[in-house]
């Protein structure tokens, strides 16, 4: 590690608490570096998905498929989970762990059940309606896109958990700190997906 | 019961080939040498503290090019394998589908296997040094790329003994690689899963690098001060964050295709095909300057000294490499001109691709000019640079030529191509890496290789490379097809494919005398007792060699370019500044977890090759109890004391 000179240590201390330390500021960077990969990732699956799309093989189309209430209120429960973690953030800024550590909770609770709506979803989908991922092109880019924001998800849930537990142990630190700052960063991230997801997915999907 | 076993073990380990039979016993062999010697020497502890737990740089990128030697000697003798096939007309050697396993493995292994991590492990060793940080960002994530890379590679070369290699080619183009037509799966999900593990680590590498010199160069080291091969990593970076998770997702769909039974690829069911061929080269395209860049940037520095002149051109060698970054991601398509794709659609791709050729021309005048005039040093690295020059050029001037969307009609898949990619994967990479291998080798190790076998490897190499690869493209000129597996006679292809096999053979020769001159250098090698015996320019070459542990036991200051040679000049007139008391060192701590953890993603990967869902879903919870676990850890850190840095400066005769 470079040696931080003095005037570098300096200008960290006005900074907020995640920021305070180099190794800190080094992490959050390449944090956003790194799901500005992701983002990539989610553009390659989304490209692949909209080629896909029309090739409905033998089984239904998007039009056939969607319904909007359950995506309603997937959309509405992530969006609302965005909020608390977002309020969770507010709270660190003020050092308050058990206020971060309540919000957090909120957040994890309208994770699980974004997660469980989703998989009712599916369940709908592949099961009773009779669209399984291996029918069509369409719905595996379908499937394949919505299970790798979900399987994002579900990593973020156990992310926070592990944070969760650490602000319990150790109370908000420069350390726990940059965590809970990155997993807030990430949450907001799966959000902006879902907000693609909404819109190349299901909006198009049921209109066109 | 017993037949069903037999039968099973059948399937499972390949079987009834003297080759592969041979390979059985000599991995055994040599798996039991390893042991036995570890055993015998009381070496199992030194292994896991010095080096599988290390978060060193420094023995990180070691570890990289030992990996990354071993994998060139597979992939060569798969090549002498296939060129030995094709020696004669109507050779028996190899049978069809073994010469397809062979070109599938040989072009996979040179790729993702040799020529990435030889530039990871020469990135990690000189580009810290050279911005004169003491590590890279992220030294534990560092360690997991490696390990991730490693076992990735171990797992695809498993294929060969157990279970059977992929054999659709290193492009894997849908849908013969797919479910339908390859419906055992076994060898293509080696592919999919053995490179997919290791392009996770080449992911972080990119983020990793790109993070430490974008934030961790010396005070005023700005960035149009940094050595020419730390721009190219720090471009290299880019281009790999923004190819490599495209790769993620292309490798994941064809393997869905032949787990869940998706339709991404296949023939029916609605899939694309012709979608595999576009994400794969959206990929496959940056790729190639991921493996090119950063020897440019190699042979910038190793020209730069040994001309003993500044790098001509500084600003437009950043730019042309910029340029070619961004060109890099619009040419994909050049690579299937003739799959039925429109006459616009092609000459966009043609122009792009053609537009490449002005800023790598660029590059090519600026080493040049460097040399001209300059007081010129024939060492070792330096032929392999000017080697590069020339021969490079020819693969330049033939991808020009490939470029031309109605004439590629005609090359398209010929022998002719084989030559051209060539022409810049060894002239270019290859020589590359050899330079800056034998360029970088005291540093790393505190000895220099010999001079004279070295020279007597580059001479080898370099000619038997032109009496392989110049007649090639003869070749396919008369009409020879690539992946093919034999030939009539009667066609004029014998005699050129016999000289061919020659130069193929030459080139192992070549290899082989740098095996010999590592080994002979490591006994009688001249010991670099200044830390810099070539009169370098940069920072790597103002510390000891090795380098210590901690780097620079002060961080340096920098005032210009080639900011060691500006240190030797102010030495000269005497304006040195005076040494600072030491301050203690913080260094992260080893750590086994990256080892265990990539550990477990082998044994997911094989338990998924092989659709055993029993093995692959608990290899993939411990995964994720390694993460969890690394999560949990505080305690990653400790400071190397004052009195420590002051013995190891004085034992390397930095103190007097
Ligand atoms: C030691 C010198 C080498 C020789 C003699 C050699 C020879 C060959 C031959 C005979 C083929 C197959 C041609 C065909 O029938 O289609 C081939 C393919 C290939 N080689 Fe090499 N090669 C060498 C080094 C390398 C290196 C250093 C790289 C990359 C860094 C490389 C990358 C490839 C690739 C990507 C393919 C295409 C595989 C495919 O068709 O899927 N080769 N090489
Ligand atoms: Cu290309």
Redesign the pocket.
């Given at each position: 590690m470079a040696a931080s000179s003095l005037s570098d240590s300096d200008k960290r201390k006005n900074m907020p608490l995640e920021y305070t330390t180099e190794e800190g500021d080094l992490r959050i960077v390449g944090f956003w570096i790194f799901m500005a990969s992701d983002l990539v990732l989610f553009s390659t699956l989304f490209a692949t998905y909209l080629i896909l799309q029309g090739s409905i093989g033998n089984g239904p189309s998007a039009k056939d498929l969607f319904e909007i209430g359950p995506v309603m209120a997937e959309t509405i429960v992530l969006l609302v989970s965005s909020f608390t973690c977002g309020l969770g953030t507010l709270e660190l800024r003020r050092h308050n762990t058990k206020g971060l550590i309540f919000w957090f909770v909120v957040t994890l609770i309208l994770g699980l059940i974004f997660l469980g709506l989703e998989i009712n979803e599916f369940y709908v989908y592949s099961v009773q309606e009779g669209a399984p991922i291996h029918l069509s092109a369409f719905l595996s880019g379908f499937y394949i896109l919505l299970g790798t924001h979900g399987a994002h998800v579900t990593l973020g849930i156990f992310w926070v958990i592990c944070i969760v537990i650490q602000l319990a142990q150790r109370g908000v630190t420069p350390v726990t700190a940059r965590k809970a700052f990155m997993a807030g960063l990430y949450w907001h991230f799966l959000d902006v997906v879902w907000i693609f997801i909404y819109t190349a997915v299901y909006l198009t999907g049921m209109v066109i | 019961m017993i037949e069903n076993i037999k039968a099973f073990l059948g399937d499972f380990f390949v079987t009834g080939d003297p080759m592969i039979y041979g390979a059985d016993v000599s991995i055994a062999l040599a798996s039991i040498a390893i042991v036995v010697t570890l055993t015998y020497f009381k070496k199992w502890r030194w292994l896991w503290d010095e080096w599988l737990t290390t978060v060193d740089h420094k023995k990180i990128g070691i570890m990289y090019i030992i990996a990354a030697l071993l994998m060139?000697f597979r992939?060569?003798v798969?090549?002498?394998l296939?060129?030995t096939q094709?020696a004669l007309p109507n050779m028996n050697f190899l049978d069809a589908d073994h010469?397809n396993q062979?070109?599938?493995t040989?072009?996979?292994i040179?790729?993702i296997f040799?020529?990435m991590p030889f530039i990871f492990g020469l990135m990690n060793i000189a580009v810290p040094l050279q911005i004169g940080a003491r590590d890279v960002a992220y030294p534990y994530l560092n360690a997991l790329s490696f390990w991730l890379f490693f076992f990735g590679a171990m797992l695809f070369n498993l294929s060969f003994v157990i279970g059977g290699s992929p054999d659709?080619?290193?492009?894997a183009y849908a849908p013969y690689a797919g479910p339908e037509l390859n419906p055992s799966s076994v060898g293509q999900n080696y592919y999919y899963i053995g490179v997919q593990i290791s392009g996770i680590g080449s992911l972080m590498t990119g983020i990793n690098f790109l993070v430490t010199i974008a934030k961790m160069r010396a005070p005023g080291m700005t960035l149009f001060k940094m050595p020419m091969f730390t721009w190219s990593i720090l471009i290299t970076s880019l281009i790999i964050i923004f190819a490599f998770p495209t790769f993620t997702v292309t490798l994941a769909l064809g393997l869905f295709d032949h787990l869940l039974g998706t339709h991404f690829f296949t023939i029916g069911g609605g899939g694309s095909p012709m979608l595999w061929a576009n994400l794969f080269w959206f990929w496959g395209h940056p790729e190639v300057y991921i493996?090119l860049l950063p020897v440019f940037g190699i042979f910038s520095e190793v020209i730069a000294t040994f001309a003993h002149k500044t790098l001509f051109g500084y600003a437009t060698m950043v730019c042309s490499m910029v340029a070619i970054s961004i060109l890099s991601f619009l040419t994909w398509l050049h690579h299937f001109f003739t799959m039925g794709n429109t006459a616009p659609v092609n000459a966009f791709f043609s122009l792009s691709t053609m537009l490449i050729a002005i800023p790598t021309g660029v590059k090519i005048f600026n080493w040049l000019f460097t040399l001209n005039k300059g007081r010129i040093e024939f060492t070792t690295p330096m032929l392999w640079a000017l080697a590069f020059i020339p021969n490079f050029t020819i693969g330049g001037v033939t991808g020009v030529m490939l470029a031309m969307a109605p004439a590629d009609y005609q090359y398209h898949?010929s022998?002719f191509l084989?030559a051209h990619?060539?022409s810049t994967?060894?002239a270019g990479?290859?020589f590359g890496v050899f330079c800056g291998l034998h360029y970088w080798w005291p540093k790393m190790f505190g000895y220099l290789l010999n001079e004279k076998l070295g020279k007597w490897s580059f001479w080898v190499f370099m000619i038997s490379?032109n009496v392989?690869?110049m007649p090639m493209y003869f070749l396919g000129l008369m009409g020879m097809?690539?992946?093919?597996?034999t030939y009539p006679a009667g066609l004029g292809w014998g005699p050129v494919n016999f000289i061919?096999?020659i130069?193929?053979f030459g080139?192992?020769v070549g290899?082989v005398i740098m095996a010999w001159n590592i080994v002979w250098s490591a006994i009688k090698g001249k010991r670099d007792t200044t830390g810099d015996p070539w009169g370098g320019r940069t920072l790597e070459w103002s510390i000891p060699s090795p380098a210590p542990e901690y780097n620079f036991a002060h961080i340096p200051k920098v005032t210009t370019r080639d900011a060691f040679a500006a240190m030797k000049e102010d030495k000269k007139r005497g304006r040195e500044q005076k040494p600072k008391p030491f301050e203690p060192i913080h260094m992260p701590n080893n750590s086994g977890i990256p080892f265990i953890m990539s550990a477990l993603f082998f044994v997911a990967g094989f338990g998924f090759v092989f659709k055993w869902y029993w093995m692959g879903i608990p290899g993939l919870i411990g995964v994720a109890i390694c993460m969890i676990a690394r999560s949990f850890v505080y305690d990653d850190h400790h400071h190397i004391p004052t009195d420590e840095i002051e013995r190891t400066e004085r034992a390397t005769g930095r103190l007097s």
């Open positions: - | 060139l992939g060569g798969d090549a002498i296939m060129r094709l010469y062979i070109f599938t040989h072009g996979t040179m790729i040799v020529a659709a080619g290193w492009t493996v898949n022998m084989i990619f060539h994967l060894i990479t290859v490379f392989c690869f097809t690539r992946r093919m597996y061919i096999t130069g193929a080139m192992g290899f």
